[in-house]
């Protein structure tokens, strides 16, 4: 085992609980459902080259609250204290870019015709003064603009093809020809053929590279030509130091299940023709960066060879000349590069991206660490490969964004009592604030912080997890206690906001949640420990969870709930098929039958990372581990919370089953579905759907932890069912 801490027995932080703001004498409410109509979030942060100034997203609830506003904000950093002012006024603007001179921003802007969303075009904004204009109308839209270091030049990515710009302008010309037909049927040639979140996928219209020539504020603007072609997709381009070149990743593989994810590296040149490939790679490159002098890119990138259900990411280096090979710079730093803890409150639209930040001297990078459930920054060595600390604390930094010196660094910082705002990042790794974008909501709440425990497993691997007590938390009072569970299953929970766990503590209960062995940030061997055995010894882990902090007072060990979405779900599942201690469990975008799931999900398993083979030829590998196998044992009441639009976990492969499974049985069950909503329901659903699952979650728990009366539950409002009899009793809870 590679973790860094050998400690022995359990370790539990000083973490005190804390209430955020409180003042004598301040009356503080306790946080809603609702709140999060309230919220705002920063996304995509920029900085100007200069680093006088810095543009970033603001993302909202609109007013109807089933969607999302976006309008972009920008900083003034030469002035101490500071207030971000708004710069656009549309509401679905997004992406913004600086010009190298830092005054002009490029960004994307989309909009609607008749209802409906048209595509996203290119916008530049004077920051002199005057209001943005369009400068791209391209029928597939156009995207991720990036101005090439000497201004002269914005390269963009959009789907159209040539065949649309004709038709499109014929259309123009000619009236409609009423016996033209736009077939709607789709024929299915590949395994992976639609993608939670975005639906089908469109092999017609692979992303190419658009290029244009910036026009002068009163030109017209340039046609825009295509820059790459062909049926593969490219995609994080960056421009070369001297403005004559663009570099980009590209897979080119018609079905690249068949084989171990790889990409390869490839540039072309500003006046067109055809790609040259720099490399090709054993591995898939993601978040490039290129050197200030040109003559390396680093990029993030797993090797999983062998094949491992889970590959720590890694920072890699390689020089831009034909036939470089690719060298791993943190083989031997054991936490994973490029990535971070999860939330439920990370903007839900205009996210932006973490691509490593290089140094004015081309000798090291800065990136995001994720380890024992944190996210920091870290500067790592490129002859080296040594990595140091940059920033410290119990927090996640979720974006970071310098000046083209680096004498500003900014990074966008989120900690379980701050949704994310804007930190300054001194040379020795000191942070001060820079936006308090919710303190306004934040002052009326009463938010506490979680406490941190530690505590050896059965085999005594090291288990982090957190607890969150109600806000007016009384030690000599018995609460209810929610375990709940994360997906991935390599993924972590940490140092970060979380509505849901705030608001279920303000509700009353006691809330749990572990980084189970499978989880990431500790290490290569703790998260691919569970591989070909999940779902397996994790419930272990979680199971103790639960007993240590029954064991550490104020619980009620007879008002146990527990729930989980995703792998999350899958645990719930597994757990009310394993034991009866809990009284209710809400099991959420969940698979309990693996076979079906392998066959119907949006993305393959042909690589043999979580089973030894297919069903058809290991078929008990896949019902050993589903819990639609073990049905019969479940007494547990369950709601199944479903999005209709989930192609992740397809509801079919999941809690439709044990639904329609446990009303067999005469067990308490409940399904509730979320229409149009797809396996982001909890992280970027519509508003009002994020509530009203919280609501759901809740409500169920009332019903059966704590007896308040749901009627909308019950078959027959006020009868509630009563359970059929059948012999199983469950395993001991730490077994």
Avoid: C
Avoid at 138 to 151: E, H, K, R, T, Y
Avoid at 250 to 271: A, H, W
Avoid at 636 to 645: H, K, Q, R, S, V
Avoid at 701 to 710: E, Q, S
Wanted: avoid cysteine; charge should be negative.
């Amino acid at each position: 085992m590679r973790l860094r801490r050998k400690l022995l027995g359990l370790v539990i932080s000083a973490a005190v609980i804390t209430v955020v703001g409180v003042a004598h004498g301040d009356a503080r409410r306790n946080i809603t459902e609702k709140d999060l109509f309230a919220f705002q979030w920063i996304g995509d942060t920029q900085m100007a080259p200069d680093g006088s100034r810095l543009a970033f997203v603001k993302v909202v609830v609109n007013a109807k609250h089933d969607g999302y506003d976006t309008s972009l904000w920008l900083l003034d950093m030469k002035t101490a204290g500071a207030e971000p002012t708004r710069l656009t006024s549309g509401i679905h603007d997004s992406d913004p870019r600086w010009s190298p001179d830092g005054q002009t921003l490029a960004f994307v802007r989309a909009t609607e015709k008749d209802g409906k969303p048209e595509p996203g075009q290119i916008f530049l904004l004077p920051l002199a003064g005057g209001e943005p204009r369009a400068v791209t109308t391209l029928v597939g839209g156009a995207g991720n603009p990036s101005f090439s270091p000497d201004g002269k030049h914005l390269l963009f990515s959009s789907t159209t093809s040539p065949e649309d710009i004709e038709k499109a302008e014929k259309k123009k010309t000619a009236p409609p020809d009423p016996n033209e037909h736009e077939s709607d049927v789709r024929v299915i040639t590949k395994a992976v053929y639609r993608f939670n979140g975005v639906g089908y996928i469109d092999f017609k219209h692979p992303s190419h590279l658009w290029v244009m020539d910036v026009p002068g504020v009163n030109d017209e603007a340039a046609k825009p030509r295509q820059l790459t072609s062909g049926r593969f997709s490219e995609g994080d381009a960056h421009w070369a130091p001297d403005s004559q070149s663009v570099y980009f990743t590209t897979d080119k593989q018609d079905e690249p299940y068949y084989t171990l994810p790889r990409n390869e590296i490839d540039r072309v040149g500003v006046s067109g023709g055809a790609a040259a490939t720099i490399a090709s790679l054993d591995v898939s490159a993601s978040d490039i960066s290129i050197s200030p002098d040109g003559a390396r890119v680093v990029f993030h990138a797993s090797m999983n060879q062998p094949v491992l259900s889970y590959t720590q990411p890694d920072l890699w280096v390689m020089d831009l000349t034909a036939g470089a090979k690719p060298r791993n710079l943190t083989a031997k730093y054991d936490y994973d590069i490029g990535s971070g803890v999860g939330g439920d409150n990370r903007a839900p639209r205009a996210a932006g991206g973490n691509a490593p930040i290089w140094t004015p001297d081309s000798k090291s990078v800065i990136d995001v660490v994720e380890k024992e459930g944190t996210t920091n920054l870290v500067s790592v060595d490129i002859a080296t490969g040594e990595v140091r600390e940059f920033t410290r604390g119990n927090q996640a930094v979720q974006l970071s964004a310098a000046s083209r010196d680096l004498s500003k660094l900014v990074a966008l910082i989120s900690t379980p009592l701050n949704i994310g705002d804007l930190f300054t990042i001194a040379t020795d790794g000191r942070q001060q604030q820079l936006t308090h974008i919710n303190d306004k909501l934040f002052a009326q709440l009463n938010l506490t912080q979680p406490e941190e425990v530690w505590f050896n497993s059965f085999d005594g691997r090291r288990i982090q997890m957190w607890v969150q007590r109600p806000p007016d938390y009384d030690k000599n009072k018995k609460y209810p206690l929610i375990l709940n569970i994360h997906g991935g299953p390599h993924a972590a929970y940490g140092w970060v906001f979380d509505h849901e766990f705030q608001w279920m503590a303000a509700k009353g209960y006691v809330v749990v949640y572990p980084n189970p062995r499978g989880s990431t940030s500790y290490g290569q061997e703790f998260g691919n420990i569970i591989q070909h055995k999940y779902p397996g010894d994790d419930y272990r882990d979680l199971m103790l969870a639960v007993d240590e902090t029954i064991k550490r007072g104020g619980i009620d060990a007879n008002k146990l709930g527990v729930t989980g979405g995703s792998g999350g779900g899958v645990l719930t599942d597994w757990t009310v098929t394993h034991t009866n201690r809990f009284k209710a469990a809400v099991s959420q975008r969940d698979i309990s039958d693996w076979t079906s799931w392998w066959y119907t999900d949006d993305f393959t398993l042909f690589q043999h990372s979580w089973f030894k083979d297919a069903p058809f030829n290991n078929p008990e590998d896949f019902s050993s581990r589903s819990a639609i196998t073990f049905i019969k044992n479940i007494q547990t009441p369950m709601m199944f919370i479903l999005g209709e639009a989930d192609y992740r976990t397809p509801p079919t492969s999941g809690g439709e089953q044990l639904f329609r499974g446990l009303k067999y049985m005469k067990e308490p069950t409940v399904m509730v579905r979320f229409p149009g909503e797809s396996h982001e329901l909890s992280r970027s659903g519509q508003p009002w759907h994020r509530v009203e699952r919280l609501e759901s979650i809740v409500g169920w728990f009332d019903k059966y932890l704590d007896g308040v009366a749901r009627p909308e539950y019950d078959v027959v409002p006020g009868i509630v069912p009563q359970p059929a009899p059948h012999e199983y009793h469950g395993e001991p809870a730490s077994k």
